[in-house]
């Protein structure tokens, strides 16, 4: 493919329509994915997550300035809400970026949800993968503003930064399940701020003593051994102001180390190796479940659950009955 | 599949005035496209960058300083010097009707003024990239 060829030689224009293949889901995208699989498993994918307005474009502008400094290329994917109504989607994270357009060594590529509501696309892993494969050693994901319980993310980046903003609530919010528990390193931006210090101080206590075994954690037939748990940090940042920048690239690479070290960097990455073969089984699988059934099987059955006269799960597993008969 | 339009809305030159590219972005949206929106005073470059990481189908550009033929020509080269000669560049904002000859003759498809309904515009997306 010759597309592919100019891609992997560096043609940004040739990966920028790679990129849409590979995001809408066509033959010609999943084909480069394959060829180009051998390549992938070597960048450092660091995901961008918190609530809307917490200032996460901005952080992702900034930080992506002082990590260039380290690597001689770096890629954004930015991730924004599709409308539920009319599929469109208005994608404004380039906006807060404006000051890497000068820089030929960041490609920076918005992505719609597409009406996927674990934070990211669905696409926004083979988009990575593809990002990965032509050699950007460095891919910030920032999901779309997120809520407590969007943690995708975390199922494709090595590292998740959560940005808070001031005011998040209490110690109890910081507690709760989900969002906080994928965290490895919390950052407070806009840190400028007075109710600044009563947040850093709720996460504090809510973290304080707590070592976490990171976001995937071992299951119980993973048998890498932990050498050292790592604890997650609480910064403080003021993007706009260029505040704690370095601080947080510090941490970022510390939390890199420690997954090597640890062993858990090819433990992510075997869990990632499963979740996409998961991913891809529920997806042929529900195809060809659809493809046997027939849509008039399928209505029928909907008909029969909107009468009363089943209950959906008895319906599902008739439907299912005659394609697992040997 | 899924494909879905992807627009460019830049704003380009110094003036400050961005509710019309907003209006028209939002419109874009509601039609069911996806629409980067990158704000406020684009360099020529900054526009066709956006343009090539995006992979977009269309630029509007939004210029309301009354520097169109200043600003246009250069957009339109900065594009041709990526090889994007062929994404459709449309023009709103205040032009005057004696320029719309040669922002056209320049290769911008189509100029649209002030009041202009934006179903119009989305109609000119969906005729000009036959989707």
Redo the contacts between chains.
């Keep these: 493919m010759q597309l592919l060829e100019a891609a992997l030689a560096g043609d940004?224009?040739a990966l920028?329509?790679l990129?849409?293949w590979v995001e809408?889901?066509?033959?010609e995208g999943r084909e480069a994915l394959a060829t180009l699989f051998p390549r992938t498993g070597q960048a450092h994918v660091i995901g961008i997550t918190g609530s809307p307005g917490a200032g996460k474009s901005t952080l992702v502008g900034k930080l992506a300035r002082e990590l260039r400094q380290r690597v001689p290329r770096l890629a954004i994917v930015a991730v924004d809400p599709?409308?539920p109504?009319?599929?469109?989607?208005?994608?404004?994270d380039?906006?807060r970026m404006?000051d890497l357009?000068?820089d030929a060594g960041i490609?920076?590529?918005?992505m719609?949800s597409?009406g996927h509501p674990g934070g990211i696309a669905y696409a926004t892993r083979d988009v990575v993968l593809l990002l990965d494969a032509v050699g950007f050693p460095v891919i910030l994901v920032e999901t779309v503003g997120a809520g407590q319980a969007q943690v995708e993310v975390a199922r494709i980046a090595h590292t998740v930064v959560l940005v808070e903003a001031p005011g998040m609530g209490d110690e109890v919010q910081a507690l709760k399940a989900g969002l906080m528990e994928i965290a490895d390193i919390i950052v407070v931006n806009k840190a400028d701020r007075p109710e600044a210090r009563q947040t850093v101080r709720a996460l504090q206590s809510a973290y304080f003593g707590v070592t976490t075994t990171g976001h995937h954690g071992p299951r119980a037939d993973e048998p890498l051994e932990v050498v050292a748990g790592w604890e997650t940090p609480i910064l403080q940042t003021a993007a706009i102001e260029n505040q704690g920048l370095t601080e947080l690239v510090e941490a970022i690479t510390a939390h890199r180390q420690y997954l090597e070290s640890s062993g858990r960097w090819e433990l992510r990455r075997r869990l990632h190796a499963r979740a996409e073969v998961e991913t891809w089984l529920q997806r042929h699988l529900l195809l060809l479940v659809e493809q046997r059934v027939g849509e008039e099987r399928f209505a029928a059955a909907v008909e029969a659950v909107l009468r009363r006269e089943k209950d959906p799960a008895t319906a599902a597993q008739e439907l299912l009955a005659p394609l697992l008969k040997p | 599949m899924e494909r879905k339009i992807r627009v460019l809305i830049a704003k380009p030159g110094l003036d400050g005035h961005d509710r019309g590219a907003k209006v028209v972005a939002r419109a874009l949206r509601d039609a069911g496209m996806e629409v980067i929106y990158t704000g406020l005073r684009q360099t020529p470059v900054m526009v066709a960058e956006a343009a090539l990481q995006e992979d977009v189908d269309v630029v509007g550009l939004s210029i309301l300083s009354g520097a169109h033929m200043a600003l246009v020509p250069r957009i339109l080269d900065e594009l041709r010097q990526r090889g994007l000669d062929a994404v459709p560049v449309f023009v709103g904002g205040i032009i005057p009707a004696d320029d719309v000859p040669a922002l056209k003759e320049l290769g911008v498809t189509e100029v649209f003024g002030p009041g202009t309904n934006t179903q119009t515009i989305v109609s000119f997306i969906h005729q000009t990239i036959g989707a």
Excluded: D, H, T, V
């Design positions: 940004r224009r920028a329509r990129l849409s809408n889901g066509a033959p599709s409308s109504f009319s599929g469109g989607a208005l994608l404004g380039r906006l404006q357009a000068a490609f920076i590529r918005s719609a597409r």
